[in-house]
C-alpha cells in the first residue's frame, strides 16, 4: 500500500473513533436525562451495604453506558455527603462491572452487519428529537445510532488493513516479544496512557479490537492494551475531583487504587489467565491459519470476555477488602487546610464538572444548607460579642463577623451563578420551580447575614460611644437574640428535611414573637427615654438591634416560605 492509502486509512480510523465517542457522548447525557432523578434514589436507597452497592453500580453503568458518568456521579455524590467513602467504592466496584457491557457491544459490531439497523434508527431518531415529549429518547436512538455506524467504519478500515498488503505493520508489531513481560507492561502502560488523553476507554477498546481483528495486533499485546485502559478510565473521576472536598478526592483515588491492585495480580498471573479466557470462548492463540473473517469474529469476543472476566474476578476478591481500601486512601489523602469552615469554599457545588440538573439542583440545595447553617454561626458570634468587655477580644471577633459577612455576600453569588448555569439546560417544569425557589432562598439567607452585620456594627458603635446599655436592656436583648436563634434554627431544619423534627408552624409562630416582643420593647423604650433611665443615643442603638432581630425574623420566614413553596413574605 502507498504513503497516501495508509493516511487516508489512518483518518478514517480516527474519524470513526471520534464519531464513537460522540455517540456514546450523546447516549449517555440522553440516558442520564431521560433517568437523572431515578438515578438519585437508587443510589441513596440501594447503597446499604457493600454487596447492594456494587449491584448499583453495575445497574446504572449498564444503564447510561458510561464508567466515567457513574464513577463522577459518585464523587459528587460523596462531595454532597448523601454516600460514605465505603459506599462509593462498592458502587464504584460495579461500574467497573456494568462497562464490560460497551465491549460486548462493539464485539457484535464487529460480527455482524449493523448499516440496516442504523440508517433506520437514524431517520426515527431525528423525528423524535423534533418531538418535545420524545426529544430525549430520540437523542438515545440518534446517539446509538453513530456508536454502531463508528462500528461499521471502523470495520470497514479494518477490511483495508488486509494481511497480505501490510506487511510492514505485521513485521512492527511481530517484532514485540508477546512472552515477555516487558513488552506486557509497555503495552499497558500505551493503554493507560491513550485513556488518559482522549479520555475515553470506549475509544480505546474499539482502536484494540479494530487490531485485534485484524490480525496486525496479537492478543497478548491486545489485552494489555484494556488493562491499562481499566487504569486510565480512572482519569476522569480524579480530574473531576480536583476541585471537591477530601472524602470526595479519596473516592476517586479508591477507583484508581481498586484498578491498580486488579491490574497487578493479574499480571501475576497474566499468561494462565489469558490462555484460560482464550479457552472458555474456544480461541487458540497459537493458531495462525484462521482467516481474516474467522479473526474479525473471534478475536473481539476474546477481548470482551477477558474485560468481564477481569471486571468480575477482581470485584468478586476486593469487595472483601472495602475497609482495607478505605483506610489506605484516608491515609494517602489527608484532611486539608482548606476544609476550615472559616475560608470561603463551596463545599458540595462543583463548578468544572457538568452533570444532569437534578444532581446539579441537589448539590445546589446541599450548598445551601452549609450557607445557612454557616450564617447561624455567624449569628452566635453576634450574640457572644454582646457580652465581651476586653478591647482586644471585641475587636477580634468583630472580624470575624465582618469576614463571615463577606463570606454571605460570595456565597450568595456562587451558588445564584450555579443557579444560572444548571439553568440553560432543558429542565422539567419541576426542577425551574426548585431553582427559582433557590435563589429566593440564598437572597433571604444573605440578608440574614447583613442583619448579623448591621447588629455586630451597632455593637461596635456603642462601645465607640463610651456608653452603656442599661441591665434592663442586656436582659432584653439576651432575650430577642434567644427568639431569633430558635428562628434560625428552626430554619435550619426546613432546610435540611429532618422531618422527625420539622414543625412548619413553629417557624410562623417564632416570629410573631418576635414581632410583639419587638412592639412591647420599641414602646417601653420611648418611655425609659422620657423617664431618662438611658440616653436618646443608646435607646437609638437599642432600637437598632432589636429592629435588626425583627428583620432577621422575617428573613427567616421567608427561607421557609421559599422552601415550602408559599408566596413572598413582606418584610
Known amino acids: 500500500m502507498t504513503t497516501s492509502e495508509y493516511l487516508a486509512i489512518f483518518f478514517k480510523i480516527i474519524g470513526s473513533l471520534s464519531l464513537l465517542i460522540y455517540g456514546m457522548k450523546v447516549m449517555s447525557e440522553a440516558l442520564q436525562k431521560m433517568a437523572g432523578a431515578q438515578l438519585r434514589h437508587i443510589l441513596g436507597a440501594m447503597t446499604t451495604n457493600r454487596f447492594t452497592g456494587m449491584l448499583t453500580g453495575t445497574f446504572i453503568t449498564c444503564a447510561v453506558q458510561s464508567s466515567s458518568a457513574t464513577t463522577v456521579m459518585t464523587v459528587s455524590f460523596v462531595n454532597a455527603g448523601l454516600l460514605t467513602l465505603a459506599q462509593a467504592i462498592s458502587v464504584i466496584m460495579g461500574a467497573n462491572i456494568g462497562t464490560t457491557l460497551t465491549a460486548w457491544i462493539m464485539s457484535l459490531g464487529y460480527s455482524v452487519d449493523l448499516t440496516s439497523f442504523v440508517f433506520p434508527a437514524f431517520l426515527v431518531g431525528i423525528i423524535l428529537i423534533y418531538s418535545r415529549k420524545m426529544r430525549y429518547i430520540g437523542d438515545f436512538l440518534f446517539g ?118 486488579g491490574v497487578i495480580w493479574v499480571l501475576c498471573i497474566f499468561y494462565p489467565f489469558v490462555n484460560g479466557v482464550c479457552d472458555l470462548v474456544h480461541y487458540d492463540p497459537a493458531n495462525h491459519v484462521l482467516t481474516q473473517e474467522q479473526l474479525a469474529v473471534k478475536l473481539p469476543i476474546v477481548l470482551a ?147 448579623c452585620y448591621n447588629i ?58 418576635i414581632n410583639n416582643y419587638r412592639n ?7 418611655t425609659d427615654i422620657n423617664n431618662h433611665l438611658y440616653t436618646y443615643a443608646i435607646g437609638t442603638i437599642y432600637m437598632d438591634i432589636i429592629q435588626e432581630c425583627e428583620k432577621l425574623g422575617d428573613y427567616v420566614v421567608n427561607v421557609v416560605e421559599a422552601r415550602m413553596g408559599i408566596r413572598q413574605h413582606n418584610v
Not at 157 to 184: C, M, R
Not at 368 to 383: C, G, L, P
Not at 456 to 482: D, N, P, V
Open 144 to 261: 446509538l445510532s453513530f456508536m454502531f455506524f463508528s462500528l461499521v467504519l471502523l470495520s470497514v478500515a479494518g477490511k483495508e488493513l488486509q494481511l497480505e498488503n501490510n506487511p510492514a505493520i505485521i513485521d512492527f508489531f511481530k517484532s514485540f516479544d508477546v512472552d515477555s513481560y516487558l513488552t506486557i507492561l509497555s503495552f499497558l502502560l500505551i493503554g493507560t496512557v491513550i485513556t488518559c488523553l482522549v479520555q475515553s476507554s470506549a475509544a480505546v477498546m474499539a482502536i484494540t479490537i479494530l487490531l485485534c481483528s485484524t490480525g496486525v495486533l496479537p492478543i497478548y499485546l491486545g489485552i494489555a492494551l484494556v488493562m491499562g485502559e481499566n487504569i486510565g478510565t480512572t482519569a476522569t473521576a480524579n480530574l473531576a475531583a480536583l476541585g471537591a472536598n477530601t472524602q470526595a478526592r479519596r473516592t476517586a483515588l479508591a477507583h484508581l487504587v481498586f484498578n491498580v491492585i
Open 456 to 513: 455586630a456594627r451597632s455593637l461596635k458603635r456603642k462601645r465607640a460611644g463610651k456608653e452603656e446599655f442599661t441591665e434592663k436592656q442586656y436582659e432584653q436583648m439576651h432575650q430577642m437574640f434567644e427568639l431569633t436563634d430558635d428562628a434560625l434554627t428552626q430554619m435550619n431544619v426546613m432546610l435540611s428535611g429532618r422531618k422527625s423534627n420539622l414543625d412548619v408552624n413553629r417557624s410562623f409562630n417564632i416570629e410573631t414573637e
Open 305 to 451: 470476555a477477558f474485560h468481564t472476566s477481569f471486571n468480575v474476578l477482581n470485584t468478586s476478591v476486593l469487595i472483601w477488602f472495602i475497609p482495607q481500601i478505605e483506610k489506605l486512601v484516608c491515609a494517602m489523602i489527608k484532611p486539608s487546610k482548606k476544609d476550615d469552615e472559616e475560608d470561603f469554599r463551596l463545599r458540595f457545588i462543583q463548578m468544572g464538572i457538568m452533570k444532569t440538573p437534578e444532581l446539579s439542583v441537589l448539590e445546589a440545595h446541599k450548598e445551601i444548607q452549609s450557607f445557612a447553617e454557616r450564617i447561624q454561626r455567624m449569628f452566635n458570634m453576634v450574640r457572644e460579642l454582646l457580652g465581651i468587655e476586653d478591647e482586644n477580644k471585641f475587636a477580634k471577633l468583630f472580624d470575624r463577623i465582618e469576614k463571615y459577612e463577606g463570606i454571605s455576600d460570595n456565597m450568595e453569588i456562587e451558588i445564584a451563578n450555579y443557579l444560572d448555569q444548571i439553568g440553560t439546560a432543558h429542565l422539567s417544569d419541576d426542577t425551574k420551580l426548585k431553582i427559582r425557589s433557590m435563589l429566593r432562598q440564598i437572597t433571604e439567607i444573605e440578608s440574614i447575614g447583613d442583619s
Open 520 to 526: 412591647q420593647l420599641k414602646t417601653k423604650n420611648i
